[in-house]
Structures are given as C-alpha cells and as structure tokens.
C-alpha cells in the first residue's frame, strides 16, 4: 500500500471513530442523596444550582435519588444499604447523614459535615483523605472564639455564658475547649451545658435556665439545627442574647449568628462532584473549609429583648438584618 492511501485510509478510519462517539448516548449520572433533613432540603437547591453552574442538566446529564430519614436512625440505615446495588456514580450525604455512611465503600461519598471528619474515621487526614470520601467541614475552632468576641463587642457587660453543647458531635471537645479558653480570657466564665443528642435536649434547656447566664451560646451541629426555633424561642423566653452558628439560627428566632453560608457551601460543593464524575478520586480531593463567614443578625428578636441600642454597634457589619 502506497504511503498516501495509507494515510488517506488512516485518517478516515479516525474520522469514523469519532463519529461513532458522537452519536453514542451520553452517560448519565446517578447521585444519590441522603438527608436528614426535613423537606424541602435548602442545601440540595445549592447543590442542584452549583451542578447547573458547571453544565450539568438535570434528568439529561444527572439523575438525582432522593432520600429522607428525619429522625428515623433505622430508615437511614436500610437507605444507605441501598448503595450496595452498584448504579450509583456518587452519594452525596445531607449533614448527619454521613455518620451512618461511614461503612460505604463501594462509590465516592461527598459529606459537608459540622463537626471533624478525621474524629468521625471517614478521612484519614483534610488535606489527604485517603479513601472514598471527601467534601467540606464547617468546624472552624477560628469561628468559635469569633463567635466569644463578638457576644463580648456587643455586650461588655457579660459575665457568664452558657455554652449548649452536643457532645455526640465529632470535634465538639475542641470547639468547647477552645470556647472556654477564649471567654475566660475575655474575664467572662463558661458554663457548659452538655448533652447527648436531642433526648438530653430538655435537661440542658433546664440546666441552662438555672445556670442564671447573661448570654447564651450554641454550638451548631445537626441536632441543634433541627431545633433551632426551639432554642431560639428559649433564649428569648429566658431573655438571653443567643449566639449560633448559620443564618438559619436567626431565620428561626435567634439574636445572633457567625459562620459559613451553608447554601454556598453546598453550591462549591458541585465543584467536587464534577471533579469525581469526570474521574478524580476522592482520596485526592483535600476537605475544604469555608473561606468566607457572614455576621447574621436578627433585629426582631433585639427589639423582643429591649438590646436594640446595644445590637445597633455591629449592625455597619453584618452581612443580613432581619427586620
């Protein structure tokens, strides 16, 4: 064959294969959601808008399985065995839900998690994970004393804290650490308020009536985002000025919150998940941590408690007011 014919035959050969790809079906990919939140679940809009973002079209590109387990330890459980089938590209796990992925092996798990994930065992480190899961952490030991010096700013009167704490929460020994470090240094005193998930939540409510503080402080977690109003409506009762941790606090009632902007986070989130689908593992993506923290105040709730004036000092600052 002569060398021309042979590259003529070449290149039409080349040609063909790429017309063969071309009119092959695209993949579709399976994601499969699990969430303990109640519905409708605002970090999954996040997500979806984030996947839009990057060119994914829903029911086109990516086919999402929705599943909900508010409450119900054993419905999360016979969800999350249901990723042993093997059609799913990727699991995405809705705050607490990861805890109860911690077995999964057999696809790539993206988490956004308020507590540590290397204390939970699902990463070996953030900056390598090592193994199937990766995503983003809002645990910030950096945001907890923030949160200290802001209630501090604002009230420079305060003397004593109560500090609610979930003590199932992964990390939540550091963050608590950190918190009582930073508030006696400020020349105010601790008190912590411990529990166990949301049964003990009704001891620690009382405890923290009696404890007599002069502002009250939330770590965020699961368990205390669920009842956010609950907490936020006790503060007021007690006539505490209360701090949290996500918007969604002061949504609910609450005075003040400091931390990342759990919307966007889920929306960054979609980055990760293009990475994985398109081939990268896991194991190589490090844990992000929010850059970029919102001061959220909710001035209802300063007029209900009569610290309108004392709020008024930050207001210039923040990056939402609830009228």
């Known amino acids: 064959m002569r060398r021309r014919d042979f590259i003529a035959l070449a290149g039409g050969a080349m040609m063909w294969s790429r017309l063969a790809r071309a009119q092959q079906p695209a993949k579709v990919y399976r994601i499969f959601w699990v969430s303990t939140e109640p519905q409708p679940d605002p970090f999954l809009d996040g997500f979806r808008e984030g996947l839009r973002e990057r060119g994914y079209t829903e029911g086109k590109d990516?086919?999402?399985?929705?599943?909900?387990?508010?409450?119900?330890?054993?419905a999360l459980r016979q969800v999350v065995?249901?990723?042993?089938?093997?059609?799913?590209?990727?699991?995405?796990?809705?705050?607490?839900?990861?805890?109860a992925m911690t077995a999964v092996t057999e696809v790539p798990v993206l988490f956004a998690l308020s507590g540590d994930p290397v204390?939970?065992?699902?990463?070996?480190?953030?900056?390598?994970?090592?193994?199937?899961?990766?995503?983003?952490?809002f645990l910030s030991l950096e945001l907890a004393g923030k949160r200290v010096e802001l209630l501090k700013d604002i009230f420079p009167g305060l003397r004593t804290l109560a500090v609610l704490s979930n003590t199932n929460h992964p990390g939540e020994q550091s963050e608590w650490r950190t918190t009582r470090q930073v508030t006696q240094a400020l020349g105010a005193d601790p008190i912590y308020v411990p529990f166990a998930g949301a049964r003990e939540l009704d001891k620690a409510l009382e405890a923290a009536s009696k404890a007599r503080a002069d502002a009250m402080l939330v770590f965020p977690d699961a368990v205390t985002m669920v009842h956010r109003a609950r907490l936020a409506e006790f503060a007021?009762?007690?006539?505490?000025p209360s701090m949290f941790g996500w918007s969604e606090y002061?949504?609910?009632g609450g005075l003040l919150s400091y931390?990342?902007?759990?919307?966007?986070?889920y929306f960054s989130l979609a980055t990760y998940a293009d990475r994985i689908l398109r081939g990268e593992k896991p194991a190589d993506l490090p844990v992000e941590r929010?850059?970029?923290f919102e001061l959220v105040v909710n001035l209802k709730t300063a007029r209900t408690l009569g610290v309108e004036r004392a709020i008024s000092s930050i207001l210039f600052?923040?990056?939402k007011v609830i009228e």
């Open 81 to 99: 065995s249901e990723l042993k089938r093997g059609n799913i590209d990727l699991a995405v796990s809705s705050g607490p839900a990861t805890r």
């Open 119 to 137: 204390e939970l065992g699902i990463v070996k480190s953030l900056g390598e994970p090592g193994g199937n899961f990766t995503g983003s952490t």
């Open 317 to 319: 600052r923040a990056n």
């Open 62 to 74: 990516v086919v999402f399985e929705l599943h909900y387990a508010a409450g119900d330890p054993a």
């Open 250 to 252: 002061c949504d609910a």
């Open 290 to 292: 929010p850059t970029k």
């Open 236 to 240: 007021i009762a007690q006539r505490l």
């Open 259 to 265: 931390g990342a902007n759990q919307r966007a986070t």
